[in-house]
Nanobody, 124 residues
Framework: VQLQASGGGLVQAGGSLRLSCAASGRTFSSYAMGWFRQAPGKEREFVPAISASGGSADYADSVKGRFTISRDNAKNTVYLQMNSLKPEDTAVYYC??????????????????WGQGTQVTVSS
């Protein structure tokens, strides 16, 4: 499985961005997906995750109510809609996948495949 993240950029505080993560292969609908982020000097942290079917999702407390994860299994793509962005959201954002059905995975060590990351910078 190869993952290609895109959609990052520079935005002012309060603005919005939508990240996309396109996956290769024909079994995307069998993979749980997640987004993580890593700021300079900090550990990689969980953002949101979604089950293989898209029926369940979980969010880090820091992004609840601002970020929305979704997926389109027909397009092999998972999305992260980010609204009301804050400077502390600045980080490299990574998408990840794991071959599990029916679960939402929030730990980075639970994922097998990672995208290359896309930079999100929020200016104050």
């Amino acid at each position: 499985v190869q993952l290609q993240a895109s959609g990052g950029g520079l935005v002012q505080a309060g603005g919005s961005l939508r990240l996309s993560c396109a996956a290769s292969g024909r079994t995307f609908s069998s993979y749980a997906m997640g987004w993580f982020r890593q700021a300079p000097g900090k550990e990689r942290e969980f953002v949101p995750a979604i089950s293989a079917s898209g029926g369940s999702a979980d969010y880090a407390d820091s992004v609840k109510g601002r970020f929305t994860i979704s997926r389109d299994n027909a397009k092999n793509t998972v999305y992260l809609q980010m609204n009301s962005l804050k400077p502390e959201d600045t980080a490299v954002y990574y998408c990840a996948s794991a071959p599990f059905l029916g679960v939402v995975l929030t730990g980075h060590n639970e994922y097998d495949y990672w995208g290359q990351g896309t930079q999100v910078t929020v200016s104050s």
